[in-house]
């Protein structure tokens, strides 16, 4: 496998379930994102990872949970979610260098709808 | 606060050349990008600019004015398969990632 996989790809639970997302990364990159991309609206940054330290969390609700075991690896773990939050979550990673140029290579998204 | 504008929808015939604007207002500048993203797939990446000018990839091209906060992207001899949602993004002073809510083109026999 190469560039960045999420899965599931589609996830439909209702407002008491538990569910996670998983993405994994095969570029050797050190640094991994969550986005929430919502219709007609511009990405959200939910939280960053540099060397699997937590560097951001965008005042992301805490039904949200971040979870990245190391490098190659990012959850974001779901519970008592809201119909709102129902979006394409994506996630990205990127190789960082202190640099304005660093590029985001992006997973296709996994598409919730909350009940 | 920060600011990305761009137009929601644009529709060209293929064959033809469309430009897709965006401008911006942020707390300072450390480049700017364009990705593409097809319906239901990972946004990929076109381009960077972060000197003034015109960057040139085959058909595609990126144009930055950092004294005016404005960039287009310009596609030229359009094909069906270039039927997508266009993302504009500017880094700020702090290398934080500010996103347009993204032009959707498309493009028409």
């Known amino acids: 496998e190469t560039g960045v996989t999420q899965t599931p790809r589609h996830l439909v639970m209702g407002m008491t379930n538990k569910k996670s997302l998983k993405c994994e990364q095969h570029?050797?990159?050190?640094?991994m994102y969550w986005y929430k991309q919502s219709a007609k609206k511009p990405l959200e940054l939910m939280f960053v990872y540099n060397f699997k330290e937590q560097t951001e969390n965008n005042s992301v609700p805490s039904r949200f949970s971040p979870e990245c075991p190391n490098s190659s690896h990012l959850f974001l773990h779901l519970h008592t979610l809201q119909p709102e939050d129902s979006a394409l979550y994506l996630c990205?990673?990127?190789?960082?260098?202190?640099?304005?140029?660093?590029?985001?290579?992006f997973g296709a998204g996994s598409r919730l709808t909350v009940l | 606060g920060q600011n990305i504008d761009q137009p929601t929808e644009m529709t060209a015939t293929e064959g033809a050349i469309v430009q897709i604007n965006c401008t911006y207002q942020?707390?300072?500048?450390?480049?700017l990008f364009w990705y593409q993203q097809h319906a239901g797939e990972a946004p990929t990446f076109l381009s960077y600019?972060?000197l003034d000018g015109l960057e040139e990839k085959g058909r595609f091209s990126s144009f930055l004015s950092r004294s005016k906060g404005y960039s287009y992207l310009l596609l030229k001899e359009l094909q069906m398969k270039d039927s997508a949602s266009y993302l504009c993004a500017v880094k700020d002073s702090n290398y934080q990632l500010i996103w347009g809510a993204g032009t959707k083109l498309i493009i028409k026999p």
């Open positions: 570029l050797g990159h050190n640094a």
């Open positions: 600019n972060v």
């Open positions: 990205a990673s990127s190789q960082t260098d202190g640099s304005g140029a660093n590029v985001l290579t």
């Open positions: 942020t707390s300072g500048f450390n480049g």
